[in-house]
């Protein structure tokens, strides 16, 4: 959470040519917002409804960031198996100033949270990575263009 799969996702798409997706926005757009699906249905009605739109989304092929817990479920870590899988990390310090909107149903104690989940999920993610990039420090743009060229490399 606030490591810029959004912001980075959208500018490689561009850099690629190709379709971007943000699999939040679909699942807010079909369904209802993210914050509002944690208190009217649930965490585990929410990764079900994830689950599906990470599977369809992935097949339609392109750049596709997925929310931080989406690979937390077996089947969206097997529908992954076939894709480059990218890791944006962020450091402690830079992502405090990036998680302060409310719109995270899960950290409900704000940075202590997100110091707990991003615990709990690192091994998860370490194990998918096939590219590790960093967002703390340098521009988005930048950020984005390097990694488009480093993805052109490994899957052209």
Not at 105 to 122: H, K, Q, V
């Amino acid at each position: 959470m606030g490591a810029g799969k959004t912001s980075v996702g959208r500018r490689v798409a561009k850099h690629l040519g190709r379709r971007f997706v943000d699999t939040d926005a679909v699942i807010a757009a079909e369904h209802a917002p993210i914050p509002q699906l944690f208190v009217e249905r649930g965490e585990a009605a929410f990764r079900a409804i994830e689950r599906d739109v990470v599977q369809r989304e992935l097949a339609t092929g392109g750049v596709v960031a997925l929310g931080g817990g989406a690979v937390l479920d077996a089947t969206t870590r097997a529908a992954l198996a076939g894709c480059t899988v990218v890791l944006l990390t962020v450091s402690e310090q830079a992502v405090a100033a990036r998680i302060g909107d409310g719109r995270r149903p899960l950290l409900t104690d704000g940075l202590e949270s997100w110091r707990r989940i991003a615990a709990e999920r690192e091994p998860v993610y370490a194990a998918l990575a096939d590219v590790v990039v960093d967002t703390s420090r340098r521009p988005m743009t930048t950020i984005a263009a390097e990694l488009a060229a480093q993805l052109q490399e490994v899957a052209p």
